[in-house]
């Protein structure tokens, strides 16, 4: 049967190739231009196969796996009668992958900081120093809050927006909405988008500007900026803390590696961070270990280094203060040849309730390496980085790097956890009655404003004037005072080194003049965009032809390069069709000239479809081809009627493009839906997840069964305004292999099982109400109006924000492109500048648009695969240019002593002048903090950024300070 099916192709290809050849001759086109690529033997290959790196990775983008954070085992210790005892549940990372094909490396694994604190510390970034509204209230439960209202354009190219931080006794919540002058926010409307619509009492402001110190002290208890670690040195068959507490000979690894750790400092007399220890009578030793971290300051309580009684067996000096760091290292020495030996440590040979991470590193002797297990207590939420696989480092530089930012996130995660959480909610409701109780008395009527009234005002008197000054003058004496005593959330521009982060966008077309409606990617150098003005194929680094003029209004566009087909709507009124078209069809020297007209569509459009307002797709990498069209309540599905292998192997056979999709079956939805999609299925068992209204439904393929599978409850403000919930995306991604959708509306984003009725515990919410959501594990990535919002998929932490005006996401099957109005030539801010002075024009010339700047993000990049020779195709950087966003610090990872520095895709900072730009600790906090106190002299200039040439120019001229 096999050889008669290849020898069935093989005439089957023969034919027709022989009718191509005959069409050929008889066509005006006398040869289409076919591009092939050599490999490094000199050998040709075809551009578009079944199968490729790029492909396989576009189709493992949704799929990723908890099995990379560990797993949850229950340890047992053996008492002194031989019985075992439970030692409790710990989730153990050894980066063991056995039964998984995702086999990761040092290099691979995404290191990055969760929830950095420049980013979420909103109040000392965004609100302190700045005129801002301060409101308490009473809701339904008598509970008081504190909502913090500001219009800013801080970091945001000159668009304002709201930004609102609501502070009750469960924590912070944040939330960003854009800015109308024409119709301003009221304080009502505002809390309607954090649900809570109640009020026992309605706000008030707060006039009084002491009432910021207090809000302040309320961020503060999301968690410590700076922090300390134990580091315990342990000896092979000690088995308890009174064994490892009482080494007081140190062996030259252990040294070693307290000295990769940080820099050994003098406590008497220290004046940074000191992390509990005495620095007065040298009461707790007299040296210790420190280092800066991207800002963050760290102390290491180090056993060996703190006081040893030789009479106490417990060591309870040692005990003291690292039986109460949340994180601890534990420091093994193995000469064993064997890569697999590892000591046998378990938590509960540490005595400790406080304690909820350990972090144990054993060194080999024979190849110098490091190897590292970390055990975290089940209550503690997942975090990463996730260990490599096998995770051992022969880099010390990189090992530390990794080290490093696994600790202090393994701390943020582990604040989180219920014995933390209950006492950060009893501290936030104790400050929060006592703000309440202070500011609110009947006494204090002239410092209250009524709840009606809007957050920004017209008009205002000279007593008000002279009130917003004195505001503005405490609150930056405020945070002057929190930057000089080192607990500002920090800034990464001003901490020395920078990491060439994966998400960062390389220039693909800098001059479209088009607003783009919707568009797709055609292979790794191309892009097909609609626009009001007809519809354009862009290739990097020519100029963009048209295809379709603006008689063709194209809405929705996809194309499926496995199949070679181009697939469109057209939406005019109710006359809204799809189209099928060829790749092949735009391609050769002749084609690259024509432009199509609606009438020159018609032979390609499916009739069938007529009135449809919406399609969708199956997965990209799915043996066939399924569409969905929408017509109203009317779901029609229609399949391909080849596979992907029959479109590889016979991609010259000829039949006439619309007969290629088969309509299957009608089904029927509740409502009209606003999104669709395509779930493949077990054994053909495919699902359609569509969402209307305010609810998510799956419907069967096979048999048209609908279930209800998630409702979003509109709190009764926004069903009063008639505001409907905005359904931004439902995206099927695979969790080891299990299909699970992300449900994402309004700002939430909602983990939903398909073969269980209950999801994962978490849902995570987004700072800005997103247009776009894309998944690319380990990322899932919020597009937003004027900003990209990046945070993890497995536990949703925030790792990076970055503002772009004019934002609009344009694809993301493959590699990620987007337009924004932020281009290379100068700042916004300096463009505003010139148009200040520009004549009128006059009231017949038409109104030019600005351009429209194309980036791309590289999927390779955000799936690890990134290399520190990649470099953006329009802009390479000179090897003798440093890639830093700012002048900054040689040495802010370390302490002034030394300049070790990790060799993980990092870059050195060298100031022109070849001398330091800034101190080595964060006191100086940059334009992220609010104050400008680091500025280039006249004659210097700030290194070029690669970054820097796809995004904007940073101007200097214009540096904006809070200092009066």
Known sequence: MPCAMEDFLFRFRSKSVSTQKKRCSQSPIKEQKRVTWKDGSGNQFRPRC???????????????????????????????????HSAGRFRIESGDLEGSDEVSSPVASPVHLENPEFQTRWYFKYFLGKLHQNYVGIDTEKDPFILSVVVTDANNHNVPQYRAVLWRKNGAKRVCLPYNPQKPQTVKGILSHFELEKFEKGPKEIFDPDIQKDILVLEEQEGSINFKFGVVYAKENQVSDEEFYSNDDPSQSFNSFSDLLGDRIKLKGWEKFKGGLDVKSNATGTESIYTVYEGHEIMFHVSTLLPHSLENKQQVERKRHIGNDIVNILFYESSSPDPQAFP???????RSRFTHIFAVVCYNTCDRSYKLNVFSEESVPLFGPPLPSPP??????EFREFLLVKLINGEKAAVNNPLFAQKRERTLEMLIKNIHQGYMMETNKLYRRAFSDVIQDAHISRKEEARRSEYLRVGQTLKVKTILKGDAPTSLVTTGLLKREPWEPQSFCMDFPHPIICGDSWGDNKLILSTENGTFIVEEGLNHRSIFDKSVPVKQLDVVEAHNLLIFRCDKGKEGKIYVYRLNDFEGEVLDKVTRGKAE???????KTKGCHLYALSRQGASHLRMVVAIQKRLLLFTWKHSVAWSTWCPTVDFEIVDGFNFVRELQAFDSPQLITLIDGVRDDNQICVGYKNQFDLINEKNGDTLQLYQVEANKILRKRKIEVNLVAALDIYEDEESELLLCYNHVSHFQKLSEETSHDFDFNWNSEPSDIVCAFPYVMAFTADSIEIRLIINGNLVHAMSQPGLSLITSKCDIYFCTLAGPGGSPKEKSTEQRYTPPSSPSAKTLRPPQYIYKIPLSCLAGQMTTTDKSPMNPTPPHQSTLLAPVAQNGDRSPSNKRRSPLLRTKCIHPSGEKTASDRHDSSGSDSGISILRPGNNSSPPDSPYQQTICTLDFSHQETDLV
Do not use: W
């Open 50 to 84: 079944s199968s490729t790196p790029t492909t396989d990775l576009t189709v493992r983008r949704d799929a990723f796996s908890r099995r990379q954070y560990g797993s949850v085992e229950t340890l047992t210790l053996m008492d002194d009668d031989c019985k075992s």
């Open 344 to 350: 046998q440590f378990k938590p509960c040979m540490m």
């Open 392 to 397: 051992v480092f022969h880099d010390a530089d």
């Open 601 to 607: 569509c018609r032979e390609n459009r499916i009739e």
